[in-house]
Structures are given as structure tokens and as C-alpha cells.
């Protein structure tokens, strides 16, 4: 069992920047590849980012791509999301999950203004 605590979020205004993290339990977190996901009401569900079980590899879909970087620190099983250059575009609930979707964060709330 896996269990993810999203923190972080917050209002910013466009241009700025925030930095989410997500605090994993579970004894397996080092073998899951995890990623942030973004949900905008009335819209699905939207992956945003992807990063291996090692770290080693990182996927950012555009229009993410340059302005957002997904990192992981195994020893301390926490997942980060550092967003810059913010637009009011990226407003939403963010949620880290593996990448597989067995298990999600609560998700927190990123308000770009």
C-alpha cells in the first residue's frame, strides 16, 4: 500500500513560481514510476509529467515542457514539481500518482491569477 500527500500549492500570480511536493509512505515508493497530473473543472484528468523509479528519466508534456521539472528524492520518498514562469492557464488541482494510476494524492490546488 501506497499512500501520497500532495502539499505546495497555493495562488501565485502569472510569472511566478511554486513548488509542490508529494510525501509518499509505502516501502515500494522507490520502484514506482510516478508523475503529476492536472485536473481543470469540467475537464479530464491531464497528465502533465512522468519521471522513472530512479530518477533517470523525465517526460513533460507540452505546454509544460521548459517551464516545469518533476524530480525525486528515493531516501526521503518525495516527489517534487517545480513550476515556473506560471500562466493562469496552469490553474488546477495537481495530483501526483504513479504513473500505472493504482495510487493518488489528495491533489492541491494551484490558482494562477
Known amino acids: 500500500q501506497v499512500q501520497l500527500v500532495e502539499s505546495g500549492g497555493g495562488s501565485v500570480q502569472a510569472g511566478g513560481s511554486l513548488r509542490l511536493s508529494c510525501a509518499s509512505s509505502?516501502?515500494?515508493?522507490?520502484?514506482?514510476?510516478m508523475g503529476w497530473v492536472r485536473q481543470v473543472p469540467g475537464k479530464e484528468r491531464e497528465g502533465v509529467t512522468s519521471i522513472g523509479s530512479d530518477g533517470s528519466s523525465q517526460y513533460v508534456k507540452e505546454p509544460w515542457k521548459g517551464r516545469f521539472t518533476i524530480s525525486r528524492d528515493n531516501a526521503k520518498t518525495t516527489l517534487y514539481l517545480q513550476m515556473n514562469t506560471l500562466k493562469t492557464e496552469d490553474t488546477g488541482v495537481y495530483y501526483c500518482a504513479t504513473v500505472r494510476g493504482e495510487y493518488w494524492g489528495q491533489g492541491t490546488q494551484v490558482t494562477v491569477s
Open positions: 509505502g516501502s515500494i515508493y522507490g520502484t514506482l514510476c
